[in-house]
């Protein structure tokens, strides 16, 4: 029986390598790489897709979230509140900007970070300080910010999560790198916070032919501090105004991306139906939870996630799968506060339950748009032959 995989980009390519190859070959004829034209019309093309009022294009994901952090402010050995249950980069991006990962739990049932978590993490986890910010109880360390993470797809309430953030004095930085056409109540990352980062590793919902990502941020002032530390914080040729770094966006990236953000909201919605079918197909089956999308919530479904109850199932179910050729995905088996590399800004065993629980339930499905709706039956009957016997 031929495999399903979990994700097939060489299918994707095979759709539009007519249009990539004619994008890119004027790049090829000119030698022109490095930003120019293809970065800013590539950056216009976005802002003006997703209503933001400045998009700015970086190297990655992570190097967007570490410029996010440094213009907002971070100051060496400050705090920032990010959730444990999410990839390493949100918070390994704290680190290496100068702060402190923060960890807080999630919702067990969205899997996200709520204006009611942080609320209640915020008044028992940490005291007033001197200047008005918070003081963590654990290592006495003053919190500046919180990095909210649109996991899986989804956006969180970012409207609820500023007032929160507001009343303790803290700004907000977005991680959308799993969420690019996420909304949340009609907004787009970006609306409530200092800047909204995204990726676009190759597997992502819009992937390049390598690393790149975008912020996008409604200040205009910080997106011209951005384009400055892109490029050793210079504005002008061989003047740094101050330390920045190489973070640019490679402007063989932003002509690629620019052809593949004209497919987004078709591929968009070949996940959404994917979801909605083995949402239909799944949700009267015992001990296992779809993935729960908020009413407000346009959710793109980077990832299809099964929370599968009980001791070893989520891992017996991966065997089934994988016995029958089909790919499947844990994301993430660590949560972030049990990682050596965080070991040091940890003062005691700290207890996220919701996390913990997490990383050893849940497991993605094949959610890309290619997938046929025959291989998605496949899916689906190996899925419930498991769970429902």
Not at 4 to 25: C, G, K, V
Not at 184 to 200: I, L, M, Q, T, V
Not at 304 to 318: F, I
């Amino acid at each position: 029986m031929t495999p399903i995989p979990f994700f097939d980009l060489t299918r994707q390519f095979a759709s539009m390598e007519n249009e990539i190859l004619e994008a890119i070959l004027p790049l090829f004829k000119s030698q022109q790489f490095i930003l120019g034209p293809a970065v800013s019309d590539f950056e216009s093309q976005f802002a003006k897709t997703f209503g933001a009022g400045n998009a700015v294009g970086v190297s990655s994901g992570t190097d967007a979230l570490i410029l996010s952090l440094i213009v907002s402010g971070l100051l060496k050995g400050q705090g920032v509140v990010v959730p444990s249950f999410t990839f390493f980069a949100s918070a390994s991006s704290i680190s290496l900007a100068g702060g402190v990962p923060v960890f807080i739990d999630v919702d067990p049932l969205s899997f996200l970070l709520t204006p009611e978590i942080l609320d209640r993490f915020l008044r028992e986890e940490t005291r007033p300080g001197p200047d008005g910010r918070p003081v963590t109880r654990r290592g006495h360390r003053t919190v500046s910010g919180v990095m909210a993470v649109h996991l899986y797809g989804q956006m969180m309430d970012m409207e609820g999560l500023y007032g929160v953030a507001k009343s303790h004095g803290l700004w907000i930085i977005e991680d959308a790198c799993q969420s690019v056409g996420a909304r949340h109540s009609g907004h787009s990352p970006g609306a409530f916070s200092n800047a909204a980062a995204y990726s676009f590793f190759p597997t992502k919902n819009l992937g390049g032919a390598g690393d790149g990502g975008m912020i996008t941020t409604e200040n205009s002032e910080l997106a011209d501090h951005l384009r400055r530390l892109r490029v050793h914080g210079s504005r002008k040729r061989y003047e740094h105004e101050e330390l920045g770094t190489n973070a640019r966006l490679d402007a063989l990236q932003a002509k690629i991306l620019s052809v593949k953000l004209d497919h987004l909201f078709a591929w968009t919605e070949r996940r959404r139906q994917i979801a909605d079918r083995y949402n239909e197909s799944f949700q009267s089956l015992p001990g296992v939870q779809c993935p729960k999308a908020h009413k407000e919530s346009f959710h793109v479904y980077h990832q299809y996630t099964l929370k599968v109850e009980g001791k070893g199932r989520r891992d017996e179910l991966r065997d089934i799968l994988s016995e029958r050729g089909i790919g499947s995905e844990v994301y993430y088996p660590i949560p972030l506060h049990r990682q050596k590399a965080f070991s040091a800004y940890i003062p005691e065993t700290i207890p996220l339950p919701a996390s913990e629980s997490l990383s050893e339930k849940v497991l993605s499905l094949p959610v890309f748009p290619e997938l046929s709706d025959d291989e998605q039956t496949r899916v689906v009957e190996a899925v419930c032959t498991f769970l429902g016997r």
